[in-house]
């Protein structure tokens, strides 16, 4: 049987839920399918902060770089600020394996309606790719003068040539095995001095990478555009912070940011690649066990698509599909009934 080693990071808050009913699906098929999983399970997290001073060791990124993948679920508790669970942890991770591709499904699933009136599932279906370790979300600027009335904080925005050719390369190729359009999200008029060159090589990707269609729009009508036609998307392409707001909005449009799934990707395989639901730890239900396991179970789908294991992923897709398909075995945030347990207990039994 093949083996894969896991490197699973559960987290906080209902990262702690979500991860282990997403371990029980993927138990769930693996057999099935001839292979085996040995989840190597590290507790870094605000908990383990609160204890050591530090989210995880040192080390911690070199301890995951040569896993198989990264099942990780959400860190983020009330009492640790923000800026050292995600600096302490997440974003270490995406920047120091290089997971520049941060791959976003949105698809509207048969049986859920969506808030759009009148939208079905062959409206609703797009993939966000999001440039995932420089652009807004860079290291340079911080507070000065903290306290005083001359207090002032600053961030540069980062844009390489590098770092942005590559992602546009890998949402052009994404593309051309869907239905070969690439949206790009964009601020260019004159305003943010990044944008112009953002739109410089994306008109420099869709020269190389001809056949596929492309458009741009502009950040602020775009997110009217997902709610109003959604039906226009097929890829969309879009800076690390422009790529954030995009994808908490279109699961909004797609039901719940409780199924939406991502992927972290390096793509040339160089380090581990790490696997996440979009949502965060949800602090306002941590605990109650009524979190949605969906995104968890979906993000392990591509997790296993990644890995090679195709019908697996497909089997666990299939089994996703049926546990939404009925109010008594979705979740409160889909209109339903089920807390976590039901919910992974409906897509088990839905396996097979
Ligand atoms: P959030 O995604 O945690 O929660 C937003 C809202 O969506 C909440 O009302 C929550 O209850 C609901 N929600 C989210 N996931 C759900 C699920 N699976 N089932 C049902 N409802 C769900 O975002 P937030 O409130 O902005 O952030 C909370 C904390 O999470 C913060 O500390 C933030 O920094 C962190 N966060 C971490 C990650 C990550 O580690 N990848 C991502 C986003 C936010
Ligand atoms: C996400 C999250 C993170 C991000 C936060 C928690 C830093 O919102 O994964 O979408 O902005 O990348
Ligand atoms: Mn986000």
New binding site residues.
Partial sequence: TRRYRIATIP?D??GTE?IPAGQRAVEAVAARHGFAVAWDVYDWSCARYAETGRMMPEDGVDRVRGADAIY?G????PGVP?HV??WGL?IPLRRELDLYANVRPVKLIEGITSPLAGRGPEDIDFVVVRENVEGEYSEIGGRLHGGTEHEMVSQMSVFTRRCTDRIMDYAFELAKGRRGHVTSATKSNGIVHTMPFWDERFAAAAARHPGVETVQYHIDILTAYFVRNPDWFDVVVGSNLFGDILSDLGPAIAG???IAPSANLNPERAAASMF??V???????AGQGV???I?AVWTAAMMLEHLGEDEAAAELMGAIEASLARPETR?R?LGGTADTDGSIRAVIEAIG
């Fill in positions: 987290g808050g209902i979500v990780l959400a860190v983020g508790a923000d669970s995600l997440l719940s940011i409780g996440e639901p949502h965060g730890s949800a602090p306002d239900i979190a949605n396991p995104a979740t945030d």
